[in-house]
Nanobody, 125 residues
Framework: QVQLVESGGGLVQAGDSLRLSCAAS????????RAWFRQAPGKERDFVAA????????FYADSVKGRFTISRDNAKNTVYLQMNTLEPEDTAVYYC??????????????????WGPGTQVTVSS
Protein backbone atom coordinates (compact mmCIF):
# COMPACT_ATOMS: atom_id res chain seq x y z
CA GLN A 1 0.00 0.00 0.00
CA VAL A 2 1.02 3.57 -0.68
CA GLN A 3 -0.12 6.54 1.36
CA LEU A 4 -0.20 9.97 -0.24
CA VAL A 5 -0.58 13.34 1.47
CA GLU A 6 -0.87 16.67 -0.32
CA SER A 7 0.16 20.07 0.98
CA GLY A 8 0.66 23.61 -0.28
CA GLY A 9 -2.87 24.65 -1.14
CA GLY A 10 -4.27 28.04 -0.26
CA LEU A 11 -5.97 31.23 -1.35
CA VAL A 12 -4.21 33.27 -4.02
CA GLN A 13 -5.09 35.95 -6.56
CA ALA A 14 -5.36 35.50 -10.30
CA GLY A 15 -1.92 35.58 -11.87
CA ASP A 16 -0.17 34.27 -8.77
CA SER A 17 1.81 31.06 -8.42
CA LEU A 18 1.51 28.16 -6.01
CA ARG A 19 3.42 24.90 -5.53
CA LEU A 20 1.71 21.77 -4.32
CA SER A 21 3.57 18.84 -2.80
CA CYS A 22 2.59 15.21 -2.46
CA ALA A 23 4.53 13.07 -0.01
CA ALA A 24 4.38 9.29 -0.35
CA SER A 25 4.95 6.68 2.33
CA UNK A 26 4.57 2.94 2.60
CA UNK A 27 5.48 0.75 -0.37
CA UNK A 28 7.16 3.45 -2.42
CA UNK A 29 9.84 1.36 -4.13
CA UNK A 30 9.51 0.20 -7.72
CA UNK A 31 8.30 1.97 -10.83
CA UNK A 32 5.27 4.15 -10.26
CA UNK A 33 3.35 6.93 -11.91
CA ARG A 34 2.25 9.95 -9.91
CA ALA A 35 -0.46 12.29 -11.07
CA TRP A 36 -2.50 15.29 -10.05
CA PHE A 37 -6.24 15.56 -10.47
CA ARG A 38 -8.62 18.32 -9.43
CA GLN A 39 -12.27 18.57 -8.59
CA ALA A 40 -14.30 21.76 -8.58
CA PRO A 41 -17.61 21.94 -6.68
CA GLY A 42 -20.34 20.06 -8.51
CA LYS A 43 -17.97 18.72 -11.16
CA GLU A 44 -16.16 15.48 -11.84
CA ARG A 45 -12.58 14.85 -10.84
CA ASP A 46 -10.41 15.82 -13.81
CA PHE A 47 -6.89 14.88 -14.80
CA VAL A 48 -4.27 17.64 -14.52
CA ALA A 49 -0.80 16.15 -14.99
CA ALA A 50 1.19 12.94 -14.64
CA UNK A 51 4.84 11.94 -14.42
CA UNK A 52 6.54 8.61 -14.92
CA UNK A 53 8.73 6.82 -12.40
CA UNK A 54 12.00 8.64 -13.10
CA UNK A 55 10.60 12.02 -14.11
CA UNK A 56 11.67 11.61 -17.70
CA UNK A 57 8.16 11.74 -19.11
CA UNK A 58 5.28 14.05 -18.27
CA PHE A 59 1.76 14.53 -19.59
CA TYR A 60 -0.62 17.47 -19.11
CA ALA A 61 -4.22 18.38 -19.61
CA ASP A 62 -4.63 21.00 -22.33
CA SER A 63 -6.12 23.44 -19.83
CA VAL A 64 -2.89 23.66 -17.81
CA LYS A 65 -0.24 23.04 -20.47
CA GLY A 66 2.35 25.80 -20.37
CA ARG A 67 1.25 27.03 -16.93
CA PHE A 68 1.69 23.98 -14.68
CA THR A 69 4.77 21.81 -14.25
CA ILE A 70 4.86 18.41 -12.56
CA SER A 71 8.11 17.06 -11.13
CA ARG A 72 9.28 14.47 -8.63
CA ASP A 73 12.12 13.88 -6.20
CA ASN A 74 12.34 10.14 -5.61
CA ALA A 75 14.95 10.58 -2.88
CA LYS A 76 12.26 12.44 -0.91
CA ASN A 77 9.34 10.34 -2.20
CA THR A 78 7.67 13.60 -3.17
CA VAL A 79 5.91 14.88 -6.27
CA TYR A 80 5.33 18.55 -6.96
CA LEU A 81 2.94 20.61 -9.02
CA GLN A 82 4.18 24.11 -9.80
CA MET A 83 1.22 26.24 -10.83
CA ASN A 84 1.87 29.57 -12.49
CA THR A 85 -0.43 32.24 -13.86
CA LEU A 86 -3.33 30.86 -11.87
CA GLU A 87 -6.85 31.61 -13.01
CA PRO A 88 -10.16 31.55 -11.09
CA GLU A 89 -11.05 28.48 -13.18
CA ASP A 90 -8.20 26.62 -11.45
CA THR A 91 -10.11 26.75 -8.16
CA ALA A 92 -10.62 23.19 -6.98
CA VAL A 93 -9.54 20.53 -4.54
CA TYR A 94 -6.32 19.08 -5.89
CA TYR A 95 -5.62 15.39 -5.40
CA CYS A 96 -2.41 13.43 -5.72
CA UNK A 97 -2.79 9.97 -7.22
CA UNK A 98 -0.52 7.00 -7.84
CA UNK A 99 -0.34 3.76 -9.76
CA UNK A 100 2.24 0.98 -10.07
CA UNK A 101 2.89 1.20 -13.79
CA UNK A 102 5.12 2.63 -16.50
CA UNK A 103 2.13 4.09 -18.35
CA UNK A 104 2.27 7.78 -17.48
CA UNK A 105 -0.43 9.06 -19.83
CA UNK A 106 -3.37 7.48 -18.01
CA UNK A 107 -5.98 10.16 -17.39
CA UNK A 108 -8.91 8.16 -16.01
CA UNK A 109 -9.40 8.20 -12.24
CA UNK A 110 -10.08 4.46 -12.40
CA UNK A 111 -6.46 3.86 -13.40
CA UNK A 112 -5.18 5.11 -10.04
CA UNK A 113 -5.63 3.00 -6.90
CA UNK A 114 -3.80 5.37 -4.53
CA TRP A 115 -5.16 8.78 -3.55
CA GLY A 116 -4.41 11.53 -1.10
CA PRO A 117 -7.11 13.39 0.85
CA GLY A 118 -6.74 16.53 -1.28
CA THR A 119 -5.75 20.15 -0.75
CA GLN A 120 -7.90 23.18 -1.55
CA VAL A 121 -6.70 25.77 -4.05
CA THR A 122 -8.77 28.92 -4.37
CA VAL A 123 -7.95 31.60 -6.94
CA SER A 124 -9.71 34.93 -6.57
CA SER A 125 -10.26 37.30 -9.48
Amino acid sequence: QVQLVESGGGLVQAGDSLRLSCAASGRTFGRSVRAWFRQAPGKERDFVAAINWNGGNTFYADSVKGRFTISRDNAKNTVYLQMNTLEPEDTAVYYCAGRDSDVYYATDVRNYPYWGPGTQVTVSS
